[in-house]
């Protein structure tokens, strides 16, 4: 197959763009925005099969624009297009209907029943295609829907670092869980447009490359809570790593949508290769038995599950307790946040100037919780100590202008936080196409 972006020069038979009005030199070899496919951008462009898909207006913008650049005779768009090769592998559809398509528009059978048509849009009339299809060949225009959301992956800079945010999937989580009145909570969810019963919240996780150690921050939910969580496995796939190149998981804290997927659903290590990292009163608070012994019997599981998520590798001897303002890997620090656990713990990656607050769980709700700290979270350990370090929290990052990410923070829960007549306001960060 021809890779896209060559030039094609014996050509064309019958231009119509170019009865248009405009004419063409021989185009430059294009550019293909791409969205990064591994965790350094290296998967390969998506290849000529897919800029096939650019005949079929309803499944491709690219081939919208195209339509439109006719149109609207643009000529910049229509040197790209013309130097784009096509072919039908990877489209969707009636592949004789998309033939018989092809073949009106000059294109040879030869090249068509092949299946796998590389000519540039110069050789046949695109025009006269695009006619046809937007003239109505209804069952042309259907696809498959999908039925799930795109991989859970979104990356930024920090300094020389990449942080990867890595979604496990969401819960939801019932307003009453929240303190403070039930009106004001309802007034305040429906101005954010959400339902007042409940927020569908999202679980966060990060990986950190520094170029030499890959880091993982907290990890996932496994299959301990719900079918809608434990999907960081698939979004750390969909970032192109393999999770035995982990070096090292730093833990927030052991609550079980942070820790339990420290094990994968059939209960095996699931970073083999991993130190793990936890502050040392979090890690003596949970696998404590006299603390397990004490507990109310509604929050025992909550001990077993993370005891059990941490042993294999307690008795493997790679369980690492930390204390606050512990460097635990060059440019990540910690920085106890108390209160959601006795040793919940913020990590500070910092890297040539730039700094990201990994806040953990200092909010469940942005909705509810910027606008009013005080709306403490029933899991909350002490929730008096919770509030205080949220405060102390928000105010520092409104302060210092840090760039923060939550793990339950709206996907892909970046943002900023900044003083607000009435609490705070969170400002999420807007997408960053490019690193
Ligand atoms: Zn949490």
Redesign the pocket.
């Known amino acids: 197959m021809r890779k896209h972006g060559r030039r094609v020069r014996n050509e064309p038979s019958s231009d119509r763009l170019l009865t248009l009005g405009a004419s063409f030199e021989e185009p430059a070899v294009p550019t293909y925005p791409v969205q990064p496919g591994g965790r350094n951008g290296s998967a390969p462009p998506r290849g000529a099969a897919n800029h096939g898909s650019h005949l079929w207006p309803s499944r491709s913008i690219a081939f919208s624009h195209a339509a439109s650049a006719q149109i609207r005779g643009e000529l910049a768009m229509r040197k790209i297009i013309e130097s784009t090769p096509l072919s039908l592998d990877g489209v969707i559809g009636d592949r004789s209907k998309m033939e018989k398509l092809m073949l009106k528009s000059s294109l040879t059978p030869a090249a068509a029943t092949a299946h796998r048509i590389d000519v540039t849009r110069r050789s046949f009339s695109l025009a006269a295609l695009a006619g046809t299809l937007l003239s109505g060949t209804p069952a042309l225009a259907k696809a498959p829907l999908v039925g799930a959301q795109v991989p859970g992956v979104y990356c930024l800079k920090v300094g020389a670092f990449e942080v990867t945010v890595l979604g496990d999937g969401w819960l939801p989580i019932g307003t009453e869980l929240f303190a403070g009145d039930r009106a004001g909570a309802e007034r305040l969810l429906g101005a954010a447009f959400l339902p007042k019963t409940a927020t569908a919240t999202a ?1 966060n996780e990060w990986l950190v490359n520094t170029g030499d150690k890959l880091i993982l921050i907290d990890a996932g939910t496994s299959n301990v809570l719900a079918p809608s969580l434990g999907r960081l496995p698939k979004s750390l796939a969909a970032a192109g790593v393999d999770p035995a190149s982990i070096d090292a998981v730093i833990l927030t804290h052991m ?1 079980l ?2 820790a339990a997927g420290l094990l994968t659903p059939d209960k095996k290590v699931a970073f083999v290769n991993a130190a793990i990292y936890v502050n040392a009163d979090e890690y003596g608070f949970w696998t404590s038995e006299e603390v397990s012994g004490k507990a109310p019997d509604g929050m025992k599981s909550m001990f077993d599950i993370a005891r059990a998520a941490i042993k294999p590798y307690a008795d493997a001897g790679r369980v690492q307790t930390y204390r606050n303002g512990a460097a635990l890997v060059p440019g990540i620090t910690s920085m106890v946040a108390p209160g959601h656990t006795v040793g919940h713990s913020m990590l500070r990656v910092s890297s040539a100037g730039s700094d990201l607050l990994i806040w ?2 200092i909010v ?1 709700n942005a909705a509810l919780q910027f606008p009013e700290p005080e709306r403490s979270i029933a899991f909350d350990t002490d929730q008096a100590m919770a509030i205080a370090t949220r405060k102390r929290v928000f105010d520092m990052a409104a302060t210092d202008r840090l760039t923060v990410a939550g ?2 923070l709206p996907f892909p829960g970046l943002g900023h936080v900044a003083k607000a007549s009435t609490g705070y306001a969170y400002l999420p960060l807007q997408w960053g196409a490019d690193l």
């Open positions: 679980v609550h949508d942070h953990g769980d469940h793990a339950h």
